[in-house]
C-alpha cells in the first residue's frame, strides 16, 4: 500500500464520529508514524521568541499531535470547514492559510487525499524554514504537492496576504492554554481581516471563561466539578466577529507600546469562601459540532490566573489581551 493510500485508511476512523476512541487513538498515533517517516530528518532547532509570540520548536511542534482530543477535533472541524467553503464560495480551486503548520503539517495535510488539488490549494506559513521543507517532503512522498500554492518561512502575525491571494479559510493552532505566550490572538487579528468576504475560520471561536473555584477541589478529579464553580463570564474570545472580521477592533497601545484589545468584564460575588481562587477555563469550537471541552487536551486545561490579590468580595473585573513577546490575558479591577 502506497502512502496516500494508507493515510486515507487511517483518515477514516478520524474523521468518523462514530469509531471506537482506541481505533481513532491507533490511527492518530499511526498518521504520527507515516509523517516520521515521510519527514525523513527534522529540525534540531530551538524555541523563537518572536515579537508576537512563542514560536516553539519543531521537535515540540510534532509532538502536539500526541495530543488526541485537540488533534482529532482540528481535523474534523478543518474538513467541515472545507465543506462549508465549498457550499458558501463558487471559485475552485479555494485557498486554505494554514499559518504554524509546524514540521507535518497535520492539521490540513492529510485532508488532501480527499480534496484534491483543483478543489483546494494551500499556503503554509512557519517561522521555522525547516518545517516548511518537511511538509514539502511528506506532500511529494503523498503526490500531493500540486495543491501546495505557496511556503512562507515568516511571523504569520505581520504576513501581508496579495489581494489576488485572499484565503477563503484560515487554519491556525498556535496556542497554549488561557492564550497564554504563543501568538493564536496575534495571528488571527493579522489574518482574519485579509479574509475573503465572507471566509472561515478554524478554531472557529476560543472563548476563555473566567469562574472562580475551589483550590482543593477544582484540579482532583480532572475534570469540572460544577457544584464548585461559580461562573463570572467571558473572559476574551477569539472568533471573526472579535478578531476584526468586518469592523475594526477598538485596541489601545499602552506605555510600552504594547497593544490591548478589550476582553469581558465581570462582577465578583459579595462573599468568597476561603480556598477560593480563580481560573481561567478554555474551550474550542474547532468548527460546527466539533469542540474540544475543558481539560480535554492540555489546549483546555483551566489556568490559575497569577495575580489572585485581585479578587476581592463585591469587587469588578475587567480581562483584556496583551499582545506582547509573552501575550497573555490580564485583569484589571476598574
Ligand atoms: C503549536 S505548533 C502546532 C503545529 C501544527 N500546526 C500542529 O497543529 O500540530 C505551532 C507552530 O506554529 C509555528 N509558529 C508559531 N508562531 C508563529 C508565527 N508567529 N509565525 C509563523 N509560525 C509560527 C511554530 O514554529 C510551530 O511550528
Redesign the pocket.
Known sequence: MGPAELLARLLGPILNPQAPAETVARAVAGLKGLFVELAGETSAGGN?A?E???????R???A??DDIP??VA?LRGVDAAIQEALLRFDQRPLRLL??????????VLPLTVRHPAERLRITL????RD?LASVVRIAHALGTTAALLRAAA??????RVADDERPHLI??????RALIS??QV??ARNLVPQLMPGGLMVPERIAVNAALTDYRGEFRDHRPFVPLRTPLGEAFCVDLESMGAEKRVLETVDKRGERLIPGGEVNLPQEIPEGTILILATEITTFGPHRIAEYRSGLTEPMIYPEQGLVRPGGRLRFRYRLSRLPEIEAVAP
Open positions: 523563537r518572536l508576537s509570540g512563542l514560536a516553539i520548536s519543531s515540540d511542534a510534532a502536539c499531535l485537540r488533534t482540528f494554514y499559518a504554524g503548520c509546524g514540521p507535518f503539517a497535520p492539521l506559513i512557519d517561522v521555522h518545517n515568516e511571523d504569520a502575525a505581520g504576513y487554519v491556525s493552532e498556535t496556542m497554549q504563543e501568538p496575534a495571528i
